[in-house]
């Protein structure tokens, strides 16, 4: 992506959302928020419940990108006037076992009067969870994993969204910026994330795409690190005994990967390694400001945390009928923005040191189209 292009797309996105921000307060103006803003959108569908348990199942929040995940959901019950304890938890730890058992529980628990907004942890995981909740008469909407062949309009109200980032194109264009910095010539290994995991697979893909046309690159080694900093440390330390200097660029599937990989470089001396990772967390769009990391690529997880909890939320209430809403009401990409160090303090000022407030019954107004399958 050209620079005049990254940049306008940057300034399309921020005026979209500064648009979304004055819509809200204009809404709250006028006394109209939450459910009366909902009726705006054609009517209240019949109530299904009236106050049910709101939950988010994720994998820890230590990691930045849960952490700014988790804080949306919080955000989005303490619009609705509830302490953000209001909020259930269901930590997994990067077990989809445990994911499954967690939410199981609280059905039972609930007595299915429950709005859960999920990662399951990797896509074989998404259906069972999906038909646990159906059957016990919950809502809920997922984000990142599930297989193709899985859609919310299978299962009536139920299975309310599906939201995940269109991650190959993004992920292929970090990549010519990493290699373009190598210059076009050298070794380069790839950090990914959970194997099974959609977004690891399209990212390391997005890297391949953009290496068919660098004939000088070679990929040494594409490994997982797990989506983890201490992991992505010890894969990166074996990459540098193994290869040595032959290692010119490090393509990462994430920013906490790469902090791993910034320390491995730091305790052989090496600073001035081209690094690219994913997702834009505050400590990544700092790095880039300090030109650590050549690019990352700002996912809006706050947002995507707080709209898929107030998507499975408001459907669990009748605020809506998913199953009169439009597929691509149902599956939809989640935001993109690449963040260079030419954009860093600009994004830093308007997304990380003051946190829009967003209008959580606007459902899809960031959404960026319908998920599309090859």
Known sequence: MKREETMSFIKKFIEQETVNRRNFLLASAYGVGGVAAS?????????????????????????????????????????LGKSKDFLTHLINEGSSEKSLADVKALLSKTNGELALAIDTNDAPNCRPVVEAVAAAGGYVSTIWNKTDDLHPWDFGDHYVSHMTWSDEGPAEQTARILLDAMGGKGGVVHLGGIA?????????????????DYPDV???????????????????SAF????????KGVHCANDTIAYGVLEALRAEGIDDMPIVSYDGNPQAVQLV?????????????????????????HAAIGTFKPSEEPNAHREFYGPAVFITPE?????????????????WSDFWGPANGQIMYK
Not at 51 to 59: F, H
Not at 198 to 210: C, D, T, V
Not at 344 to 357: G, H, L, R, T, Y
């Open 39 to 79: 009726s705006m959108m054609g009517g209240m569908a019949q109530a299904a419940i009236s106050d049910p348990t709101v939950a988010w199942s994720y994998r820890n929040r230590t990691n930045p990108y849960w952490n700014e995940i988790v804080s949306g959901g919080e955000a989005f019950v303490e619009s």
């Open 289 to 313: 400001a300090e030109k650590k990391i050549l690019a990352t690529v700002f996912t809006n997880p706050h947002w995507g945390g707080g709209i898929t909890a107030a998507l499975a939320y």
């Open 196 to 212: 099974s995991n959609n977004p690891a697979i399209e990212r390391l893909q997005g890297l391949k795409n953009a290496l068919k």
């Open 218 to 236: 070679e990929l040494l080694a594409a490994e997982p690190a797990d989506w983890d900093t201490q992991k992505a440390n010890q894969v990166m």
């Open 343 to 359: 954009d860093a303090v600009e994004f830093q000022s308007n997304f990380i040191d003051s946190v829009p407030k967003y209008d």
């Open 240 to 247: 540098l005994t193994r290869y040595g200097d032959e290692i």
